[in-house]
């Protein structure tokens, strides 16, 4: 026995794992091997017994009696099944130095012997839980991505999915795990699927662009990245990212370009909306589209525009009813009725349906959704037919789709106007100076192929301004409307009639054998005229003054043709309204009255009967005078003081306008001699004509004449080129103007933009200073096309960094505007009328102390649109006057709303920059509202009611408070 004690023990302890044994007899004392007792690092005298070892191996009571538990459940589960051994457990021990190892336990019973076995599984188990905590931390990822994951093995068959892409998709997990990826791809077929995973598997990975169906049957695009691993026969792990989004705003950015080229090419607008209409078909898999737009009355609706599709396979029904009543069509219109986009995915089942027409397609389901501008609905976009439900996605696709076109459609509405506007009046419709001129080319080419004569014909409204001041703005356009028609219609075929600004007109007439038969048309012309406008229940009467002349008894060029039947128009009004004069040339005449007006001025220069007057330039920066233009005036011994469009003509082309011109420069040196030797550096602009400036002993003269003061102060002197065709040999004058120019003076270009030559003057000759001419200065703020003229007049000077000038400076706003759009300097009305000499020093002393121009520069850095600055400028300048009214330091208001600078900035710059805008039509009501209140006002006032026009204004500020504020408002939208 001791022998067989000893073998074992020596057997014991060789084993490679721990172990203990206890004798149930207690015969033998307990017994542990080397390799446990060095594992745990106890003594033997430690655990010499079974209750020793408990204790020190399982200090906590608590998981002890757990262990002593389990130990119990082990040794009766083995006698229960006849074995002598048990299935291994872990336990957790303490070692002696109070580490704890993990191991792994088995019970065994031979005879009365009970023996355990201990394996150190403490790595093992650490690297479990590492792993487990690994494993969590890689479910928790997945599920906490955006992108849906897939893990795919090498049958296709989906093994485990995250829940971002259940969401996605509309799948649970368990709809997914163990389907195979073709359930749900929508592009690729099997074959296609398994080339995928074969490229995929050799180069290690791979990204590529699918969709997927969802489960409510719509599509989802994805970008799927897919990586390979070489574990339990090759795993697919896949990263779904949903791009249904960046591929739709990628497609909407494409629309955007294919419309802005159609724009471009100037297509029709059908066209237009027709390309609109079949992306958002293709983009909702849809089979019918549609576009209407809804008129400004909202109850019916015009222009149906269908998608190619609808057109070519769909729809086959009449397309009569272009234009029909909203109460009269189909559910489709029910997004006006309820203000909102409609989805109908069952059509058969809406009871209050009409029907379809003959040969329309069948409808299963369509939403149809309404665009609304100014609180107004102006289109209806919608599709329809599509195999699954319509969703509020599809709504929103429409939507933008919608947004996308109408914006284009206006677009090209836009760029159809601006090419109309390049051509057409924008307010007649008539012909402008640009097709106008190309049109009397070509009859000047038809008259020197067929010998027939054309008369070219300068028309003048006669009184429109005192009409346009006591009606208003609006009738005066209404007025030049009807008039144009009038004329329109009584013109003959072939005949031309242009509006060239303002209340003036051109018409080219041909088909007349001789001038008497040239003036009964004229005459019949002028009785047209005559007759009464009927406008807005007033009854408004009106004549015109026209100047003819006859090509090719005025061999002239196009311009100056224009220019000769100006001429004779201002004679025409000069002899009385309602008449007309034909142009002859001077060398021909035969006008007795301008036969003796030549005469009589071959005598006025010597007679001291010429005079200058003088109209200050100042600067728009700080309002200080930068000089004066010297304006001709003619005292006749008859008839008075006569203004230059009363006499130029009369001298054009003869001696006389060479001795006036001269006359001009000799005064205007003297001047500038007295005002130099006062200390004042103010220059003096004359007016040159073309005629004058081309002559070879210009620069002769103007050297003498300068030679006589030292050239000292020949950089005082500028001298003004009209814009006109007269300045034929651009050659010769520059080389006299470069002459003149070396002696110090400068040149300027006079009515800038009123077309009578080409920009090749502004570009080839040496000017100095660019003066904008009156006529589009003056309206500028009610006008926006003066408004643009003006602007590109000065960005080109701005661009060439010539100074400009502007002339017809009537108010402060004008001067306002200039500032903003980059004028320089100013002249006009509103600074001072031309006045004579020795009115100029009284005037200066009144000038300098004029604080609203001299402070106009703080004006300058406000934010904001200008035309909106100056009109709320002007508004604040009528306040200012109220106020001084109620005080008593003016004794009079403005009141009226139709002479208001506000109002005719909303009418004209306002409308056409901001007409669209929300808020835009809300502004009359306020200003309206405004003025009258500032009538009240001044009727309380007149009546010595004091008391309650001070309660008065205070209303008024408010309101006017609410006016800026919409304004402002408006500005932002």
């Known amino acids: 026995m001791i022998l067989d004690t000893n073998y074992l023990n020596e057997f014991i302890d060789d084993f490679p794992i721990g172990i203990a044994r206890n004798d149930t007899t207690g015969k033998l004392p307990n017994r542990f091997n080397k390799f446990l007792i060095e594992m745990f690092g106890w003594e033997v005298s430690d655990i010499d017994t079974m209750d020793k070892w408990f204790l020190k191996a399982y200090p906590d009571g608590q998981y002890r009696n757990q262990v002593l538990q389990l130990w119990q459940e082990k040794i009766n589960e083995t006698e229960a099944q006849g074995k002598c051994y048990s299935e291994p457990f872990n336990v957790k021990i303490t070692c002696k130095d109070g580490s704890l190892k993990w191991c792994e336990v088995r019970y065994y019973r031979k005879d009365n012997f009970v023996y355990g076995t201990f394996v150190d599984i403490t790595e093992t188990n650490n690297l479990t839980t590492s792993l487990h905590k690994e494993r969590n931390k890689y479910i928790a990822l997945l599920e906490s991505a955006q992108d849906g994951f897939w893990m795919v093995d090498s049958t296709e ?544 003269y103007l050297e003498k004449a300068l030679s006589i003061y030292s050239n000292k102060f020949a950089s005082k002197l500028e001298l003004e080129i009209l814009e006109v065709a007269g300045v034929t040999d651009l050659t010769n004058v520059v080389h006299v103007m470069n002459k003149c120019k070396n002696l110090g003076v400068k040149f300027s270009l006079d009515d800038f933009g009123t077309g009578y030559s080409s920009l090749t003057h502004f570009h080839r000759l040496p000017i100095d200073i660019l003066k904008i001419d009156q006529n589009f200065v003056i309206d500028m703020i009610e006008n926006s096309d003066d408004l643009d003229i003006v602007e590109g007049v000065i960005q080109l000077a701005k661009a060439l960094k010539r100074p400009v000038v502007a002339e017809g400076v009537e108010t402060l706003e004008i001067a306002l505007m200039l500032l903003y759009l980059g004028s320089d300097y100013a002249q006009g009305y509103g600074i001072a009328k031309p006045m004579p000499l020795d009115n100029i020093q009284d005037w200066i002393s009144s000038w300098k102390s004029n604080k609203l121009w001299k402070h106009m520069m703080k004006y300058k850095d406000i934010e904001g649109e200008n035309s909106i600055n100056v009109a709320l400028f002007s508004h604040q300048m009528w306040m200012k006057e109220i106020k001084e009214f109620l005080t008593g330091t003016l004794n009079e208001i403005p009141v009226s709303e139709a002479i208001c600078q506000f109002s005719k900035w909303y009418k004209g710059a306002g409308r056409t920059r901001h007409g669209s805008k929300e808020s835009y039509p809300f502004l009359q009501a306020i200003h309206h509202e405004v003025h009258e209140i500032a009538d009240d006002i001044h009727k309380l006032m007149l009546d010595n009611n004091i008391e309650n026009a001070k309660k008065q204004y205070k209303f008024l500020k408010l309101r006017s408070k609410e006016l800026k504020s919409l304004v402002k408002k408006m500005e932002k939208q």
């Open 157 to 700: 068959t989906i093994l485990d999915v995250n829940e971002a892409y259940c969401l996605m998709s509309g799948y649970s997990k368990d709809e997914i795990i163990g389907s195979k990826i073709s359930a749900f791809e929508a592009t690729q077929d099997e074959e296609y699927i398994k080339k995928n995973l074969e490229n995929i598997i050799k180069n290690g990975g791979g990204l590529f662009e699918t969709s997927h169906y969802k489960k409510d049957g719509t599509l989802i695009d994805l970008e799927i990245s897919v990586s390979y691993a070489k574990i339990e026969n090759g795993v697919f792990f896949s990263l779904l990212r949903d791009i249904t989004e960046r591929n739709l705003d990628k497609k909407l950015s494409d629309l955007r370009l294919k419309l802005s080229n159609l724009v471009h090419d100037n297509v029709a607008k059908e066209l237009l909306l027709q390309t609109a209409l079949d992306e958002a078909e293709a983009i909702t898999n849809s089979k019918i589209g549609f576009f209407h737009f809804v008129d400004d009355d909202q109850e019916h609706v015009s222009l149906q525009v269908w998608s190619t599709n609808t057109l070519k396979k769909m729809c086959f029904a009449e397309g009569a009813d272009f234009h029909y009543p909203i109460s009269e069509a189909g559910v489709w219109v029910d997004c006006i009725h309820q203000q909102k986009a409609v989805i109908y995915n069952d059509y058969e089942s809406l009871p209050h349906k009409k029907g379809l027409p003959e040969g329309h397609a069948p409808l299963k389901g369509f939403i149809s959704v309404p665009q609304f501008k100014n609180e107004k609905v102006v289109t209806i976009v919608g599709v329809g037919n599509k195999e699954s439900d319509y969703t509020q996605k599809d709504v929103e696709i429409v939507e933008k789709i919608s947004n996308i076109a109408y914006e284009y459609h206006q677009r090209l509405l836009a760029e159809s106007k601006i090419e109309f506007m390049a051509y057409y009046d924008v307010l007649t419709g008539l012909p402008n100076r640009e097709l106008l001129t190309d049109r009397l080319k070509q009859s000047i080419a038809l008259s020197n192929r067929t010998k027939q004569p054309v008369a070219i014909c300068y028309l003048d409204l006669d009184g429109f301004k005192p009409i346009n001041d006591k009606f208003g703005h609006e009738t005066g356009d209404k007025l030049l409307k009807l008039f144009a028609q009038r004329f329109k219609e009584h013109l003959r075929e072939g005949d031309t009639i242009s509006r060239i600004g303002g209340d003036e007109f051109i018409l080219l007439l041909s088909g007349f054998e001789s001038q008497k038969q040239l003036k009964e048309i004229l005459v019949r012309l002028i009785d047209t005229a005559n007759i009464p406008f009927e406008i807005d229940q007033n009854r408004i009467h009106i004549s015109c003054s026209i100047g003819a002349t006859i090509y090719p008894i005025d061999n002239s060029d196009t311009d100056t043709l224009i220019r000769h039947a100006d001429q004779a128009m201002y004679r025409a009004k000069e002899i009385g309204k309602s008449n007309y004069i034909i142009y002859t040339p001077i060398e021909n005449i035969d006008s007795q009255e301008n036969e003796k007006l030549l005469e009589d001025f071959s005598h006025a220069l010597g007679r001291s009967e010429v005079v200058l007057h003088y109209q200050p330039k100042v600067s728009l920066y700080d309002s200080s005078i930068i000089g004066f233009e010297a304006l001709s005036r003619w005292n006749h011994p008859e008839k008075g003081m006569l203004y230059p469009a009363s006499f130029i003509h009369i001298i054009e082309n003869t001696p006389q306008e060479i001795a006036l011109g001269e006359w001009v420069i000799k005064e205007a040196l003297a001047v500038l001699n007295n005002w130099h030797k006062n200390g004042y550096t103010y220059t003096i602009s004359v007016n040159i004509s073309p005629r004058h400036i081309q002559l070879q002993g210009f620069a002769d």
